[in-house]
Protein backbone atom coordinates (compact mmCIF):
# COMPACT_ATOMS: atom_id res chain seq x y z
CA UNK A 1 0.00 0.00 0.00
CA UNK A 2 2.60 2.72 0.95
CA UNK A 3 4.56 1.86 -2.17
CA UNK A 4 1.45 1.95 -4.82
CA UNK A 5 1.24 5.55 -2.58
CA UNK A 6 4.74 6.66 -3.11
CA UNK A 7 4.75 5.41 -6.75
CA UNK A 8 1.31 7.75 -7.36
CA UNK A 9 2.73 10.37 -5.86
CA UNK A 10 5.64 10.16 -8.04
CA UNK A 11 3.86 10.16 -11.15
CA UNK A 12 1.82 12.97 -10.06
CA UNK A 13 4.70 15.22 -9.44
CA UNK A 14 5.90 13.88 -13.14
CA UNK A 15 2.51 14.44 -14.88
CA UNK A 16 2.56 18.32 -13.29
CA UNK A 17 4.62 20.67 -15.64
CA UNK A 18 4.58 23.36 -13.42
CA UNK A 19 1.11 25.02 -13.88
CA UNK A 20 1.24 24.41 -18.02
CA UNK A 21 -1.67 26.00 -18.22
CA UNK A 22 -0.26 29.39 -16.62
CA UNK A 23 2.89 30.50 -17.44
CA UNK A 24 5.30 33.79 -16.12
CA UNK A 25 5.44 35.17 -19.07
CA UNK A 26 1.64 35.28 -19.56
CA UNK A 27 1.79 38.16 -16.76
CA UNK A 28 2.14 41.25 -18.25
CA UNK A 29 3.35 44.70 -15.97
CA UNK A 30 4.23 48.33 -16.60
CA UNK A 31 4.41 51.09 -13.80
CA UNK A 32 2.67 53.96 -13.70
CA UNK A 33 4.13 57.72 -13.44
CA UNK A 34 3.19 58.17 -10.19
CA UNK A 35 5.07 54.27 -9.39
CA UNK A 36 1.61 52.20 -9.25
CA UNK A 37 2.71 48.48 -10.67
CA UNK A 38 -0.19 47.23 -12.72
CA UNK A 39 0.18 43.44 -13.95
CA UNK A 40 -2.00 42.34 -16.34
CA UNK A 41 -3.02 38.49 -17.56
CA UNK A 42 -5.11 37.91 -20.35
CA UNK A 43 -8.01 35.22 -19.18
CA UNK A 44 -10.46 35.20 -22.07
CA UNK A 45 -11.62 31.57 -20.99
CA UNK A 46 -15.05 33.88 -19.30
CA UNK A 47 -16.08 37.30 -20.27
CA UNK A 48 -15.74 38.02 -16.79
CA UNK A 49 -12.40 40.12 -14.58
CA UNK A 50 -10.77 40.50 -11.26
CA UNK A 51 -9.25 43.81 -10.12
CA UNK A 52 -6.76 43.08 -6.81
CA UNK A 53 -5.15 46.23 -5.30
CA UNK A 54 -2.42 45.04 -2.48
CA UNK A 55 -1.57 47.78 -0.40
CA UNK A 56 1.61 47.47 1.47
CA UNK A 57 0.41 48.58 4.87
CA UNK A 58 -1.12 46.03 7.56
CA UNK A 59 -0.71 46.06 11.31
CA UNK A 60 2.77 45.50 11.21
CA UNK A 61 2.80 49.08 9.63
CA UNK A 62 1.30 50.73 12.70
CA UNK A 63 2.19 52.02 16.16
CA UNK A 64 0.82 52.15 19.65
CA UNK A 65 -1.70 55.08 19.68
CA UNK A 66 -3.21 54.42 16.74
CA UNK A 67 -3.00 50.06 16.26
CA UNK A 68 -5.99 49.02 13.86
CA UNK A 69 -5.94 51.72 11.69
CA UNK A 70 -4.93 49.54 8.43
CA UNK A 71 -8.06 47.20 9.36
CA UNK A 72 -10.32 50.47 9.85
CA UNK A 73 -9.34 52.13 6.51
CA UNK A 74 -10.68 48.10 4.72
CA UNK A 75 -14.01 49.50 6.50
CA UNK A 76 -13.71 53.25 5.60
CA UNK A 77 -12.78 52.30 1.45
CA UNK A 78 -16.35 51.26 1.12
CA UNK A 79 -17.80 54.73 3.18
CA UNK A 80 -17.60 56.82 -0.05
CA UNK A 81 -15.55 59.73 -1.69
CA UNK A 82 -15.78 62.71 -3.46
CA UNK A 83 -17.75 61.59 -6.82
CA UNK A 84 -19.22 58.12 -5.14
CA UNK A 85 -20.50 59.17 -2.01
CA UNK A 86 -21.62 56.67 1.13
CA UNK A 87 -22.97 52.89 -0.25
CA UNK A 88 -22.75 54.37 -4.12
CA UNK A 89 -18.99 52.38 -4.27
CA UNK A 90 -21.12 48.89 -4.14
CA UNK A 91 -24.58 50.33 -5.71
CA UNK A 92 -22.24 51.07 -8.31
CA UNK A 93 -20.82 48.11 -8.61
CA UNK A 94 -23.60 45.87 -8.42
CA UNK A 95 -25.55 47.87 -11.03
CA UNK A 96 -22.30 47.00 -13.57
CA UNK A 97 -22.66 43.23 -12.29
CA UNK A 98 -19.93 43.04 -10.30
CA UNK A 99 -19.01 42.29 -6.46
CA UNK A 100 -16.51 43.45 -4.06
CA UNK A 101 -14.62 42.37 -1.32
CA UNK A 102 -11.56 43.56 1.02
CA UNK A 103 -8.97 41.54 3.94
CA UNK A 104 -6.60 42.87 6.43
CA UNK A 105 -3.49 40.85 7.28
CA UNK A 106 -0.43 42.07 9.47
CA UNK A 107 1.86 42.78 6.13
CA UNK A 108 -1.11 43.78 3.83
CA UNK A 109 -4.69 45.39 3.18
CA UNK A 110 -6.38 43.85 -0.22
CA UNK A 111 -9.27 45.46 -2.13
CA UNK A 112 -11.11 42.72 -4.56
CA UNK A 113 -13.20 43.55 -8.01
CA UNK A 114 -14.80 40.75 -9.28
CA UNK A 115 -17.23 42.21 -12.64
CA UNK A 116 -18.20 41.31 -16.17
CA UNK A 117 -14.99 42.51 -18.32
CA UNK A 118 -17.57 45.21 -19.75
CA UNK A 119 -17.52 47.20 -16.31
CA UNK A 120 -13.48 47.47 -16.67
CA UNK A 121 -13.59 51.32 -16.94
CA UNK A 122 -16.73 51.64 -14.39
CA UNK A 123 -14.27 49.72 -11.74
CA UNK A 124 -11.04 51.94 -13.02
CA UNK A 125 -13.78 55.14 -11.77
CA UNK A 126 -14.92 53.47 -8.53
CA UNK A 127 -11.17 52.59 -7.56
CA UNK A 128 -9.96 56.10 -8.81
CA UNK A 129 -12.17 57.85 -7.20
CA UNK A 130 -11.65 56.04 -3.49
CA UNK A 131 -8.10 56.51 -3.97
CA UNK A 132 -8.15 59.91 -4.88
CA UNK A 133 -10.91 61.63 -2.44
CA UNK A 134 -11.42 59.27 -0.18
CA UNK A 135 -13.83 60.74 2.58
CA UNK A 136 -13.48 61.19 6.24
CA UNK A 137 -16.22 63.03 6.87
CA UNK A 138 -16.38 62.33 11.30
CA UNK A 139 -19.86 61.27 11.25
CA UNK A 140 -19.13 58.46 8.83
CA UNK A 141 -15.47 57.93 11.12
CA UNK A 142 -17.54 57.66 14.35
CA UNK A 143 -19.86 55.61 12.68
CA UNK A 144 -17.58 53.10 11.42
CA UNK A 145 -15.40 53.20 14.68
CA UNK A 146 -18.47 51.99 16.27
CA UNK A 147 -18.84 49.21 13.68
CA UNK A 148 -14.92 48.01 14.05
CA UNK A 149 -15.65 48.27 18.06
CA UNK A 150 -18.40 46.01 18.07
CA UNK A 151 -16.31 43.19 15.61
CA UNK A 152 -13.50 43.53 18.62
CA UNK A 153 -15.68 42.86 21.41
CA UNK A 154 -17.98 40.30 19.57
CA UNK A 155 -14.98 38.19 18.14
CA UNK A 156 -13.46 38.35 22.22
CA UNK A 157 -17.00 37.32 22.99
CA UNK A 158 -17.25 34.23 20.38
CA UNK A 159 -13.61 33.40 19.97
CA UNK A 160 -11.27 31.76 23.05
CA UNK A 161 -8.83 30.93 20.72
CA UNK A 162 -8.54 35.00 19.63
CA UNK A 163 -8.42 36.50 23.57
CA UNK A 164 -5.85 33.58 23.85
CA UNK A 165 -3.99 34.44 20.35
CA UNK A 166 -3.91 37.96 21.31
CA UNK A 167 -2.36 37.23 24.56
CA UNK A 168 0.10 35.20 23.18
CA UNK A 169 1.33 37.75 20.31
CA UNK A 170 1.57 40.27 23.39
CA UNK A 171 3.88 37.90 25.00
CA UNK A 172 5.92 36.45 21.83
CA UNK A 173 7.11 39.58 20.96
CA UNK A 174 8.58 42.25 22.64
CA UNK A 175 9.78 45.00 19.71
CA UNK A 176 8.11 44.23 17.06
CA UNK A 177 5.11 45.45 15.56
CA UNK A 178 3.36 41.68 15.08
CA UNK A 179 2.75 41.61 19.18
CA UNK A 180 -1.04 43.28 18.20
CA UNK A 181 -3.16 42.07 16.11
CA UNK A 182 -4.93 43.51 12.96
CA UNK A 183 -7.84 44.66 14.70
CA UNK A 184 -5.88 46.66 17.22
CA UNK A 185 -5.69 47.58 20.79
CA UNK A 186 -9.46 48.58 22.34
CA UNK A 187 -8.03 51.65 23.39
CA UNK A 188 -6.68 52.62 20.23
CA UNK A 189 -9.84 51.80 18.62
CA UNK A 190 -11.97 54.58 20.90
CA UNK A 191 -9.16 57.20 20.40
CA UNK A 192 -8.45 57.56 16.94
CA UNK A 193 -8.24 61.03 16.01
CA UNK A 194 -9.27 62.03 12.31
CA UNK A 195 -5.88 63.50 12.23
CA UNK A 196 -4.53 60.37 12.57
CA UNK A 197 -6.78 58.94 10.11
CA UNK A 198 -5.83 61.58 7.05
CA UNK A 199 -1.74 61.37 8.03
CA UNK A 200 -2.31 57.22 7.57
CA UNK A 201 -4.05 57.63 4.19
CA UNK A 202 -1.86 60.41 3.01
CA UNK A 203 1.21 57.81 4.32
CA UNK A 204 0.41 54.84 3.18
CA UNK A 205 -2.52 54.78 0.57
CA UNK A 206 -0.72 56.46 -2.17
CA UNK A 207 -0.17 55.03 -5.51
CA UNK A 208 3.55 54.12 -4.81
CA UNK A 209 2.65 51.90 -2.12
CA UNK A 210 -0.02 49.43 -3.78
CA UNK A 211 0.31 47.37 -7.01
CA UNK A 212 -2.59 45.77 -8.95
CA UNK A 213 -3.17 42.89 -10.50
CA UNK A 214 -6.37 42.32 -12.85
CA UNK A 215 -6.75 39.48 -14.89
CA UNK A 216 -9.78 38.22 -17.01
CA UNK A 217 -11.38 38.94 -20.35
CA UNK A 218 -9.31 42.15 -21.07
CA UNK A 219 -6.47 43.26 -23.11
CA UNK A 220 -3.28 44.79 -21.73
CA UNK A 221 -3.88 48.13 -24.81
CA UNK A 222 -7.42 48.86 -22.59
CA UNK A 223 -5.76 48.31 -19.08
CA UNK A 224 -2.78 50.54 -19.76
CA UNK A 225 -5.16 53.04 -21.34
CA UNK A 226 -7.91 53.28 -18.64
CA UNK A 227 -5.07 53.54 -15.71
CA UNK A 228 -3.44 56.15 -17.23
CA UNK A 229 -6.38 57.85 -17.43
CA UNK A 230 -7.87 57.16 -13.99
CA UNK A 231 -4.67 55.92 -11.77
CA UNK A 232 -1.75 57.94 -12.93
CA UNK A 233 -3.32 61.65 -12.46
CA UNK A 234 -3.14 60.14 -8.35
CA UNK A 235 -0.91 61.98 -7.00
CA UNK A 236 1.79 60.66 -4.36
CA UNK A 237 1.06 62.53 -1.26
CA UNK A 238 3.87 61.66 0.81
CA UNK A 239 7.13 60.67 0.79
CA UNK A 240 7.67 57.17 0.64
CA UNK A 241 6.60 55.18 3.67
CA UNK A 242 8.89 54.72 6.24
CA UNK A 243 10.49 51.51 6.40
CA UNK A 244 9.83 48.82 9.24
CA UNK A 245 13.04 48.49 11.22
CA UNK A 246 11.91 46.73 14.11
CA UNK A 247 13.48 43.32 14.33
CA UNK A 248 12.21 41.30 17.36
CA UNK A 249 15.27 40.47 19.49
CA UNK A 250 16.27 36.37 20.22
CA UNK A 251 14.34 35.17 22.79
CA UNK A 252 16.14 33.28 25.41
CA UNK A 253 14.27 31.23 27.33
CA UNK A 254 10.90 30.19 27.50
CA UNK A 255 7.78 32.80 28.22
CA UNK A 256 4.66 31.73 29.54
CA UNK A 257 1.16 33.51 29.34
CA UNK A 258 -2.12 32.56 31.63
CA UNK A 259 -5.60 33.61 30.70
CA UNK A 260 -8.39 33.06 32.84
CA UNK A 261 -12.11 32.83 30.90
CA UNK A 262 -15.08 30.92 31.42
CA UNK A 263 -14.77 28.30 29.18
CA UNK A 264 -15.57 24.24 29.25
CA UNK A 265 -12.48 23.16 29.04
CA UNK A 266 -9.05 24.55 28.60
CA UNK A 267 -6.83 25.61 25.53
CA UNK A 268 -2.90 25.64 24.59
CA UNK A 269 -0.92 26.82 22.62
CA UNK A 270 2.24 26.71 22.30
CA UNK A 271 4.30 29.37 19.65
CA UNK A 272 7.82 29.04 18.18
CA UNK A 273 9.83 32.11 16.38
CA UNK A 274 9.94 30.95 12.47
CA UNK A 275 11.47 32.86 9.55
CA UNK A 276 9.81 34.83 7.15
CA UNK A 277 8.81 33.55 3.49
CA UNK A 278 11.80 34.47 2.03
CA UNK A 279 13.67 32.29 4.01
CA UNK A 280 14.86 29.13 2.60
CA UNK A 281 13.26 27.31 5.48
CA UNK A 282 10.11 28.49 5.11
CA UNK A 283 9.01 25.45 2.91
CA UNK A 284 9.89 23.17 4.95
CA UNK A 285 8.25 24.27 7.92
CA UNK A 286 4.95 24.78 5.34
CA UNK A 287 5.28 21.48 4.88
CA UNK A 288 6.09 20.28 8.85
CA UNK A 289 2.74 22.21 9.46
CA UNK A 290 0.71 19.90 7.49
CA UNK A 291 2.15 16.53 8.31
CA UNK A 292 0.81 17.96 12.05
CA UNK A 293 -2.36 18.88 11.53
CA UNK A 294 -3.60 19.07 7.92
CA UNK A 295 -6.99 16.60 7.89
CA UNK A 296 -7.51 13.01 10.00
CA UNK A 297 -4.40 11.41 9.50
CA UNK A 298 -2.23 14.17 10.83
CA UNK A 299 -0.02 13.30 13.60
CA UNK A 300 -1.90 15.96 15.90
CA UNK A 301 -5.43 14.45 15.01
CA UNK A 302 -4.17 10.79 15.88
CA UNK A 303 -2.41 11.74 18.71
CA UNK A 304 -4.72 14.06 20.73
CA UNK A 305 -8.20 13.82 19.17
CA UNK A 306 -8.29 10.13 18.52
CA UNK A 307 -6.77 9.38 21.93
CA UNK A 308 -9.67 12.60 23.18
CA UNK A 309 -7.32 13.95 24.93
CA UNK A 310 -8.12 17.15 22.64
CA UNK A 311 -11.22 17.77 20.90
CA UNK A 312 -8.96 19.76 18.23
CA UNK A 313 -5.42 20.56 17.58
CA UNK A 314 -4.28 22.42 14.79
CA UNK A 315 -1.07 24.50 13.81
CA UNK A 316 -0.82 27.59 12.52
CA UNK A 317 2.19 28.84 10.02
CA UNK A 318 1.82 31.21 7.28
CA UNK A 319 4.09 33.63 4.83
CA UNK A 320 5.07 36.83 6.22
CA UNK A 321 6.98 39.83 5.47
CA UNK A 322 8.84 39.67 8.98
CA UNK A 323 9.47 36.39 10.60
CA UNK A 324 6.66 35.17 12.78
CA UNK A 325 5.41 32.35 14.60
CA UNK A 326 4.83 28.61 14.56
CA UNK A 327 2.31 27.90 16.49
CA UNK A 328 0.18 24.64 18.14
CA UNK A 329 -3.32 25.11 19.14
CA UNK A 330 -5.59 22.28 21.25
CA UNK A 331 -8.43 22.75 22.77
CA UNK A 332 -9.14 19.60 25.97
CA UNK A 333 -11.22 17.06 25.66
CA UNK A 334 -13.68 17.15 28.58
CA UNK A 335 -11.94 15.97 31.90
CA UNK A 336 -8.71 16.47 30.67
CA UNK A 337 -6.54 19.39 32.07
CA UNK A 338 -4.27 21.81 30.72
CA UNK A 339 -1.36 19.82 32.04
CA UNK A 340 -2.42 16.96 30.08
CA UNK A 341 -3.03 18.71 26.79
CA UNK A 342 0.24 20.68 27.19
CA UNK A 343 2.24 17.65 27.53
CA UNK A 344 0.78 16.20 24.80
CA UNK A 345 1.46 18.73 22.33
CA UNK A 346 5.01 18.89 23.62
CA UNK A 347 5.72 15.01 22.75
CA UNK A 348 4.57 15.47 19.49
CA UNK A 349 6.59 18.54 19.67
CA UNK A 350 9.78 16.48 20.40
CA UNK A 351 8.67 13.32 18.84
CA UNK A 352 9.63 15.18 15.27
CA UNK A 353 12.37 16.76 16.75
CA UNK A 354 14.04 13.71 17.41
CA UNK A 355 12.86 10.89 15.03
CA UNK A 356 11.76 13.27 12.35
CA UNK A 357 9.23 12.90 9.84
CA UNK A 358 8.57 9.05 7.17
CA UNK A 359 8.97 9.85 3.59
CA UNK A 360 5.18 8.89 3.01
CA UNK A 361 4.30 11.38 5.43
CA UNK A 362 6.38 13.78 3.37
CA UNK A 363 5.27 12.77 -0.10
CA UNK A 364 1.13 12.98 0.68
CA UNK A 365 1.82 16.96 2.16
CA UNK A 366 3.72 17.13 -1.03
CA UNK A 367 1.35 16.22 -3.33
CA UNK A 368 -1.66 18.18 -1.07
CA UNK A 369 0.67 21.25 -1.74
CA UNK A 370 0.77 20.71 -5.48
CA UNK A 371 -3.09 20.09 -5.42
CA UNK A 372 -3.44 23.32 -3.48
CA UNK A 373 -1.64 25.43 -6.22
CA UNK A 374 -3.79 23.98 -8.85
CA UNK A 375 -6.92 24.92 -6.91
CA UNK A 376 -5.62 28.46 -5.91
CA UNK A 377 -5.46 29.17 -10.16
CA UNK A 378 -8.49 27.48 -10.93
CA UNK A 379 -10.38 31.02 -11.25
CA UNK A 380 -9.75 34.42 -12.20
CA UNK A 381 -10.15 35.55 -8.48
CA UNK A 382 -7.89 33.02 -7.89
CA UNK A 383 -5.23 33.61 -9.64
CA UNK A 384 -5.23 37.31 -8.74
CA UNK A 385 -5.26 36.85 -5.74
CA UNK A 386 -2.41 34.20 -5.03
CA UNK A 387 -0.08 35.92 -7.73
CA UNK A 388 -0.46 39.12 -6.09
CA UNK A 389 0.40 36.99 -2.82
CA UNK A 390 3.65 35.97 -3.77
CA UNK A 391 4.37 39.33 -5.84
CA UNK A 392 4.31 40.73 -1.54
CA UNK A 393 5.54 37.74 0.07
CA UNK A 394 8.13 36.46 -1.88
CA UNK A 395 9.17 39.63 -3.74
CA UNK A 396 7.75 38.25 -6.79
CA UNK A 397 4.67 36.86 -8.36
CA UNK A 398 7.45 34.09 -10.68
CA UNK A 399 8.36 32.79 -7.40
CA UNK A 400 4.80 30.72 -7.45
CA UNK A 401 5.91 29.14 -10.89
CA UNK A 402 8.92 27.93 -8.79
CA UNK A 403 7.34 27.34 -5.84
CA UNK A 404 6.23 23.53 -6.70
CA UNK A 405 9.99 22.89 -6.98
CA UNK A 406 10.81 24.42 -3.80
CA UNK A 407 8.51 22.01 -1.96
CA UNK A 408 9.81 19.03 -4.06
CA UNK A 409 13.48 19.72 -3.13
CA UNK A 410 12.59 19.21 0.56
CA UNK A 411 13.54 15.94 2.34
CA UNK A 412 12.79 14.27 5.69
CA UNK A 413 16.30 15.64 6.63
CA UNK A 414 15.49 19.28 6.22
CA UNK A 415 12.54 18.23 8.08
CA UNK A 416 13.85 17.39 11.13
CA UNK A 417 16.70 20.08 10.79
CA UNK A 418 14.18 22.89 10.80
CA UNK A 419 12.22 21.40 13.78
CA UNK A 420 15.65 21.25 15.63
CA UNK A 421 16.35 24.43 14.34
CA UNK A 422 13.53 26.32 15.89
CA UNK A 423 11.39 24.07 18.62
CA UNK A 424 13.79 24.92 21.37
CA UNK A 425 12.55 25.40 24.75
CA UNK A 426 14.24 29.18 24.82
CA UNK A 427 12.05 29.64 21.88
CA UNK A 428 9.10 29.06 22.52
CA UNK A 429 5.98 31.01 24.00
CA UNK A 430 3.29 28.44 26.22
CA UNK A 431 -0.37 30.31 26.25
CA UNK A 432 -3.08 29.02 28.83
CA UNK A 433 -6.46 30.29 28.83
CA UNK A 434 -9.22 28.15 31.63
CA UNK A 435 -11.39 28.70 34.15
CA UNK A 436 -9.76 30.84 37.42
CA UNK A 437 -7.98 28.02 39.32
CA UNK A 438 -7.21 29.89 42.19
Not at 88 to 112: K, L
Not at 201 to 215: E, G, L, Q
Request: aromatic letters at 12%; a negative charge.
Amino acid sequence: MLKRFCMWGLAFWLSVPAFAQLKPEDVQSFTLKNGMKIFVLEDHSIPNANMYLFWNVGSRNEKQGITGLSHFFEHMMFNGAKKYGPKQFDQVMEFNGGQNNAYTSQDMTVYTDFFPATALESIFDLEADRIRDLALDPKMIESERGVVHSEYTTGLENSPEEELDQAMLSVAFSQHPYMWSVIGYESDILNWKREDLVNYFKTYYAPNNAITFIIGDVKLADVKRLAEQYFEPIPVLAPAPPVVHNKEPEQKGERRVMVNRDVPSPYVQIAYHTPEARHPDYYALDLLSAILSRGQSSRLYKALVDTQIASEAYTSFAPSIDPYLFSFTAQASDGKTADTLEAALLAEVDKVVKTGVTEAELEKVKNQKVMDFYRSIQTNNGKANTLGRYERYFGDYRKFFTASEDYRKVTVADIQRVAKTYFKKSNRTVGVLQKETE
